[in-house]
């Protein structure tokens, strides 16, 4: 097995380097190509170090993505990770094609002993102005290391453990903050909640029953009729939803859920039995995009995140789930709960992280 140095916290810092190198490069052996026509061989370096950018660029992107799944992103850093990953992906894309693409153009051009200089003049240029992609991928990647400490130092929270005390006799609210931001508060009287500031999405007809519990300064649901959704606040996009709750008694399903149209149309992040599933409702229809084996017992911290195309599921400081999809419209977030028993919630809010 590979032994990493210490100061390495995965192979991603270790490998990355290889594409910035090769790339650039191929780019200059290129250039030097396109001047130099008759010599094949400095035509040939040029395709191989375009091969093995490409597949520089691939290990790069495949560290990079572990590495990603391996901490515990702080909130404000979820968005500076996404556009990180975006960017690499598209560069991948560009180099991975247009090194094929210049394979076959060499083997093309050997056949018909190089042929007309104006087809590698087009390619060169095109080649040299995909580092423009590297460069963008680099730049965001290195902010991650140097302006936020990912992966280098630890990265302090200013989201985590913001919720209020709460004082005897306090009521039970929905307290907002940031731009469409919200939190529940538990205390006295909460089932006045559906009355004055949430919007009960499916299970009017009959919501639970919730009852404050002084013992954990939680809020206990129980008398589930039906499958019950409910949202606080305005449209979030680019959203964090944080759930902690204990399951011990309750024997059913509950979601966090975002980007809610309605009933039909939500996204969620689901803990049912021993398993955490993540995933959307789309016209009525479930569609699980990943899923895993989790460790419901006690009180469980967990929180989903959906950034663009990226939508991760955390369990404590774990990430569970880690699925992509097309990104959704903005929409308001909420919880989900079907199922018998008693669940307790002792906090639930949503933030946007953009």
Known sequence: MLQLPEWAPNLHPLIVHFPVALLPLAVLVDLIAVLMRKKVAVHGAAVAAFVLGAIGALAAYLTGEAAADGFDLPSELVPHVTDHADAAELTLWFFGVYAVLRIAYYWWSRRRELGAAWPHVILFVVGAGGLALLVRTGDLGARLVFEHGLGVQSVERTIDNRGPTIEPGMEARV????????????????????????????????????????????????????????????????????????????????????????????????????????????????????????????????????????????????????????????????????????????????????
């Open 175 to 354: 307290e907002y903050f940031g731009e469409n931001a919200w939190r529940i508060v538990p205390g006295r009287n909460p089932s006045n909640l559906f009355e004055r500031e949430l919007s009960l999405v499916q299970g009017g007809d009959n919501p639970p029953t919730i009852e404050f519990s002084e013992a954990d300064s939680s809020l206990a649901i129980s008398n589930v009729g039906g499958p019950t959704l409910f949202t606080a606040g305005g449209a979030i996009g680019s959203v964090e939803v944080r759930g902690e709750v204990r399951l011990d008694e309750f024997d059913g399903s509950i979601r966090l859920v975002h980007h809610v149209k309605d009933a039909q149309n939500y996204h969620y992040l689901e803990i049912r039995d021993d398993r955490m599933l993540q995933g959307l409702v789309e016209n009525g229809t479930e569609q699980v995009l990943d899923e895993a084996v989790a460790d419901v017992s006690g009180w469980l911290g967990f929180r989903a995140v959906a950034d663009g195309t990226h939508f991760r599921g955390y369990l404590g400081e774990e990430l569970v789930t880690h699925p992509h999809a097309g990104a959704p419209e903005a929409g308001p977030a909420g919880f989900f709960v079907h199922g018998d028993g008693t669940l307790y919630v002792r906090s639930l809010e949503a933030s946007s992280l953009r």
